[in-house]
């Protein structure tokens, strides 16, 4: 059983930055490409960043590009998120995902080729 448990969420002012961190449990981590979502309130869940198993492809929201990095270490079984230039607009709950295919990275922006979810972190962002 995979189990996705984000952490770093909280509170920081418009300009600040916060990393955020997703820790898998299982086996088989490198093999599986990665997403971030998120989801404000009345809002539908939407896509942030993905990477891919090996790590060499990244693709992000036009929303966010160019503020935040998706990383991972595959040795740690985590991915990251690094945000920075935080606006209010990015105040959500922040999901991490695996997508349901070993080496496969198609269609990353919807949510329904994730088969794996954490429980969230929530981002405020004051302004």
């Known amino acids: 059983q995979v189990q996705l448990a984000e952490s770093g969420g909280g509170l920081v002012q418009a300009g600040g930055s916060l990393r955020l961190s997703c820790a898998a449990s299982g086996r088989s981590f490198s093999v599986y490409t990665m997403g971030w979502f998120r989801q404000a309130p009345g809002k539908d869940r939407e896509f942030v960043a993905a990477?891919?198993?090996?790590?060499?492809?990244?693709y992000y929201a036009d929303s966010v590009k160019g503020r935040f990095t998706i990383s991972r270490d595959n040795a740690k079984n985590t991915v990251y998120l690094q945000m920075n230039s935080l606006k209010p607009e990015d105040t959500a709950v922040y999901y991490c995902a695996r997508q349901s295919r070993g080496y496969y990275s198609d269609q990353v922006h919807q949510p329904g080729q994730y088969n794996y979810w954490g429980q969230g972190t929530q981002v405020t962002v004051s302004s």
């Open positions: 990477i891919s198993w090996s790590g060499r492809s990244t």
